[in-house]
Nanobody, 127 residues
Framework: QVQLVESGGGSVQAGGSLRLSCVAL????????MSWFRQAPGKEREGVAA????????VYADSVKGRFTISHDNTKNTLYLQMNSLKPEDTAMYYC????????????????????WGQGTQVTVSS
């Protein structure tokens, strides 16, 4: 059973930066789809970014393009989300997701049906 463990959330002021991490435990595939989603209180879950591991393509939500960067370290089986120029509207619980079907990373919509999900890490941005 794959397990995803997120970390790196916290509280920052607007304009600040955070880096989220997601370790994929017991994952045995060479290439797979990994993604970040977020959900604010009272709002629907939103796709943030997705990447195919092993040097594959990336997809970003328009709301984070130019500010967030998704990356993956194969040697550590760890997914990252570098978040710069944070805004109060970025405040949410951030979740890591993964699926062995790499086509899930074609869009954030398809990544939203990924098989495995982490427990989430809270990001709070104050103005």
């Amino acid at each position: 059973q794959v397990q995803l463990v997120e970390s790196g959330g916290g509280s920052v002021q607007a304009g600040g930066s955070l880096r989220l991490s997601c370790v994929a435990l017991r994952y045995t595939y060479d290439r797979y789809c990994m993604s970040w989603f977020r959900q604010a209180p009272g709002k629907e879950r939103e796709g943030v970014a997705a990447i195919v591991t092993g040097g594959g393509s990336t997809v970003y939500a328009d709301s984070v393009k130019g500010r967030f960067t998704i990356s993956h370290d194969n040697t550590k089986n760890t997914l990252y989300l570098q978040m710069n120029s944070l805004k109060p509207e970025d405040t949410a619980m951030y979740y890591c997701a993964s699926d062995r079907r790499t086509w899930r990373c074609n869009t954030l919509a398809t990544a939203g049906d990924s098989a495995y999900w982490g427990q989430g890490t809270q990001v709070t941005v104050s103005s």
